[in-house]
T-cell receptor, first 112, second 114 residues
Framework: GQNIDQPTEMTATEGAIVQINCTYQ??????LFWYQQHAGEAPTFLSY????GLEEKGRFSSFLSRSKGYSYLLLKELQMKDSASYLC?????????????FGKGTKLSVIP | GAGVSQSPSNKVTEKGKDVELRCDPI?????LYWYRQRLGQGLEFLIY????????KSGLPSDRFSAERTGESVSTLTIQRTQQEDSAVYLC????????????FGEGSRLTVL
């Protein structure tokens, strides 16, 4: 099975930078994803890492270390609309069968 | 349509009844996923399809749950003899292929079992 851990809640100030960590334990690792989910809405894709290193996309960056089973999502220049849950998801498996397992999500509150 | 479409958006049913939830993925997407999300909880994997085949059914909670996909398009998730613990939002997502990075989610079907 897979085990994915991320903090339950975080609070940060508008305009600041926040880092949301995710650790995982799995076999047959095949990629790590970050999704954003606003309350009452469906998740939307933010980023995908399959190799070690940093992927940058505008205000959002995601980092992966496969050897450490660790990823983080970095949000810069926080805006009020960034208040949402951020879901870390790991794809793993093999032999043509993969499962995308989500963590429980980190609820981020951005305050003025 | 342009996105993943799910129906019904809301379903209230009595304990013991059967329900069927439908998902229309984005045209051309070969991979289709079903997840369950209980109130305030994370996404729980149920099943995924590659084409019309389901390589991994390990997430289905019990034999009351079944799913099928036809024509590499529409999928239905059926819950027989519903129980109160089945109450949740059932989310469907599709991707271009099972190797693709991005899943596109529908708005979900909210099921309430009384």
């Amino acid at each position: 099975g897979q085990n994915i851990d991320q903090p339950t809640e975080m609070t940060a100030t508008e305009g600041a930078i926040v880092q949301i960590n995710c650790t995982y334990q799995t076999s047959g690792f095949n990629g790590l994803f970050w999704y954003q989910q606003h309350a009452g809405e469906a998740p939307t894709f933010l980023s995908y890492n399959v190799l070690d290193g940093l992927e940058e996309k505008g205000r959002f960056s995601s980092f992966l270390s496969r050897s450490k089973g660790y990823s983080y999502l970095l949000l810069k220049e926080l805006q009020m609309k960034d208040s949402a849950s951020y879901l870390c998801a790991v794809r793993a498996g093999g032999a043509g069968s993969y499962q995308l397992t989500f963590g429980k999500g980190t609820k981020l509150s951005v305050i003025p | 349509g342009a996105g993943v479409s799910q129906s019904p958006s809301n379903k209230v049913t009595e304990k013991g009844k059967d329900v069927e939830l439908r998902c229309d993925p984005i045209s051309g997407h070969t991979a289709l996923y079903w997840y369950r999300q209980r109130l305030g909880q994370g996404l729980e994997f149920l099943i995924y399809f590659q084409g019309n085949s389901a390589p991994d059914k390990s997430g289905l909670p019990s034999d009351r749950f079944s799913a099928e996909r036809t024509g590499e398009s529409v999928s239905t998730l059926t819950i027989q003899r519903t129980q109160q613990e089945d109450s949740a939002v059932y989310l469907c997502a599709s991707s271009f292929s099972f190797a693709a990075g991005e899943l596109f989610f529908g708005e979900g079907s909210r099921l309430t079992v009384l």
